[in-house]
């Protein structure tokens, strides 16, 4: 690491850091980062007090005491297994004991018999002796201002040691403090909130002068989330301008003779939000700019009714449209109930997922290029090269799945279409304005009428026998069961041999009628297990993996979950989903393992009093963070380092607000100080994230 007159080393890739083993680098790298800027952006996560006491009387045993001691003499232990032992004094000759418990030859070295040495460690008063655990010790140049007062503590990994992460984010922080940052925040946000600039917020935190210099609401701790998070709306307001400068579709809203015959066709009316929700899209689609428009409804809000009323719109404008699922079984459930409501309007119909066999597939494409097919749909096959709808005006997506400017691109020969992205999993608005920033949102929290409401207990495991017994009437009645089983390590072979376990006692007591769906069977198997449990093959499918979201089984009318203390909120909710997609009653059976714990407790009772997917994410976010408030699908896309959304939440509007006083992102956001702000949260490749 070389000194450099600019900032730029701090976004380099470290070959190389001071006083650190090469062989712990990648250690380093796991830890903290691949660049220098990365072990600043390392947060601590405590503090330590060091208090010096010149004798060994004054140390009090709840506290980290600094002493300068005298060595007297080692005493090996009797065995490997035993403690090494160093006895030393302090000035008026009070004796202590310092225990190791894994010695080595450095001990000798570090502890020279007749010498002074500077220790710190808490000291235990024991009835006969004086004692002190692994203390650290300090080389002779340090000194007392050195060793005390206040040592932030940090987050550590298997082969380094709180002293060499230590020395490391001081050599950095050392390094960073010469050089020279453009403020990128107006004076007056810095002032109205008391917040120092950049690199002060970075030296506070790692030089804390007391705990309250780390905690969440802290100013530095502020600066640096807000800086994260006006960063990330930046970048979505960057990728926002850059759609609102594509050349789109206007569709005739006003002329829509297939929507019409399709409402007259539903056996029931479109609830306020349903209606609502189609008039926000119709406004978008009416514009020369392509729709981003992300539709949240809770489960069994009735999102496919309006994509397929929007999809009409584009249809009856002469467009064609696509609608792209994550897994095959849900493409062919679009497309039956698409051969059920649209078929009979007159719409052509394509289905195209990766495991159809190369014949049929060559048959669909040469469909689609001939305009023969008015709605594609299928899974991640129709953004294949050689998939291209000539007219194509509207992609909708289903559950979550970021569809940027060039996969849209690559659908068409012609202008960008409109993206609809229908989501089962209600967000909290803090995280939606976080992660869908660059998209208009709608909500669809109204249940279509006559939907039940899902009753929902909790037992504890010592009634697991008297559920599986009371299963006999629910198939009597030609219903369905779902049994979840979660798991129970981070090991396949645990969570297989619970379900296994489970399955095999309910097909004793069921034969013939119980199903099986874990982890280790191909994706194949899988959707052929499911598409059995749909067809009424067998009435319990006992699960080890989380049941595909929007899978629709109307004959399945319980849910048990075994262990559900041990599922976020979201994941509770999503399968509680599964049922109630009928006319009959349906029941969700929480069974966890006592004793409980006081947050898994809470999780439980949220989950029993409210049926609302929004107001159990809003509490999800509270007791779980947000990646599970996000959901399964997407807790692998958090993208804040240092904002913490559950503390930092209040600060996203601001931050949107912020950045939406940018004139021309596009181009100020190539400039500094923006380029540094962008390099520091690695935000130009989040943009290109949104875009591809």
């Not at 070389?2 to 380093?28: A, D, G, I, W």
């Not at 932030?152 to 050599?171: E, F, M, W």
């Not at 559900?564 to 997609?581: I, N, T, W």
């Amino acid at each position: 690491m070389t000194q450099q007159n600019s900032h730029n080393f701090l976004f380099e890739p470290y070959t190389k850091l001071p006083r650190v083993p090469e062989k712990l680098l990648p250690r380093f790298r796991k830890l903290c980062g691949l660049r220098y800027i990365d072990i600043l952006l390392h947060m601590p996560t405590g503090v330590i007090h060091r208090t010096y006491r010149p004798r060994l009387a004054d140390c009090l045993s709840e506290e980290i005491s600094v002493l300068k001691v005298k060595v007297l003499h080692h005493k090996a232990g009797r065995t490997k297994r035993s403690p090494y032992k160093i006895y030393v004094a302090d000035a008026e000759n009070d004796v202590l004991e310092l225990v190791f418990f894994n010695s080595g030859a450095w001990l000798k070295n570090a502890f020279k018999e007749g010498e002074e040495v500077t220790i710190s460690g808490t000291v235990m008063f024991n009835l006969t002796e004086k004692q002190m655990h692994h203390p650290e010790h300090y080389p002779k140049h340090k000194t007392l201002d050195d060793i005390c007062g206040v040592t932030p503590v940090y987050p550590l990994t298997a082969g380094i040691s709180h002293k060499v992460l230590t020395n490391t984010i001081d050599a950095v922080l050392k390094m960073a403090l010469q050089q020279k940052f453009v403020e990128w925040l107006p004076q007056q946000k810095l002032e109205e909130y008391n917040w120092p600039r950049f690199i002060e917020s970075l030296y506070h935190i790692h030089k804390p002068e007391n705990e309250d210099c780390i905690n969440p609401n802290a100013p530095a701790r502020l600066r640096l989330a807000f800086d994260e998070l006006y960063a990330w709306q930046l970048a979505l307001g960057k990728a926002r301008e850059e759609n609102s400068h594509l050349q789109g579709i206007a569709h005739n809203v006003a002329q829509n003779p297939l929507r019409q015959k399709f409402y007259e066709s539903l056996p029931f009316d479109l609830t306020g939000d349903q209606k609502r929700t189609l008039a926000e899209i119709d406004d978008d689609m009416a514009r020369p700019t392509p729709m981003l428009r992300l539709t949240q409804g809770d489960v069994g809000s009735g999102k496919t009714v309006v994509a397929f009323a929007a999809i009409l719109t584009a249809l009856s404008s002469g467009h064609q449209a696509a609608m792209m699922a994550p897994t095959e079984i849900l493409a062919i459930q679009h497309f039956q109930n698409a051969q059920k409501w649209l078929e009979p309007l007159g719409v052509k119909l394509g289905l195209l997922t990766g495991k159809l066999k190369a014949k049929e597939k060559r048959a669909v494409k040469k469909q689609i290029s001939e305009g023969e097919i008015d709605l594609l749909i299928g899974t991640h096959a129709l953004i294949e090269d050689d998939v291209q709808l000539p007219s194509l005006s509207l992609v909708v997506i289903d559950e979550q799945h970021r569809f940027g400017v060039k996969q849209r691109l690559k659908l068409t020969k012609n202008q960008a279409p409109d993206l609809l992205v229908m989501t089962a999993t209600p967000i909290p608005r803090t995280l939606a304005l976080t992660f869908y920033g660059d998209m208009d949102i709608s909500l669809i929290r109204e249940k279509p009428p006559g939907r039940k409401e899902i009753d929902t207990r909790v037992f504890s495991t010592e009634k697991l026998d008297d559920i599986s017994q009371s299963l006999g009437h629910v198939i009597e009645k030609g219903q369905q069961v779902y049994w979840v089983c979660p798991l129970v390590e981070e090991s396949e072979k645990s969570d297989l041999a619970a379900a296994t376990g489970r399955y095999e006692h309910l097909a004793s007591i069921y034969p013939n009628e119980v199903g099986l769906l874990h982890g280790k069977l191909k994706g194949a198997e899988k959707e052929q297990i499911l598409e059995d449990f749909r067809q009424g093959q067998f009435k319990i499918l006992v699960s080890t993996t989380v049941i595909e979201v929007g899978v629709d089984v109307p004959a399945a009318t319980v849910m048990v979950i075994e262990h559900a203390e041990r599922f976020g909120l979201a994941q509770l909710h999503q399968l509680r989903g599964r049922v109630g997609r009928g006319d009959s009653h349906s029941s969700c059976l929480l069974v966890y393992a006592p004793p409980l714990s006081v947050f898994g407790r809470e999780r439980l009772n949220v989950m029993r009093e409210s049926n609302d997917g929004f107001v159990i994410s809003e509490k999800d976010l509270t007791l779980r963070g947000p990646g599970e408030a996000l959901g399964t699908a997407q807790a692998g896309r958090m993208f804040t380092r240092l904002a913490d959304l559950a503390e930092h939440g209040d600060l996203i509007p601001q931050a949107r607000e912020l950045a939406q006083q940018q004139p021309s992102l596009q181009q100020n956001l190539l400039k500094e100080p923006y380029t540094t702000l962008f390099q520091i949260f690695q935000k130009a490749q989040a943009t290109e994230l949104i875009r591809s």
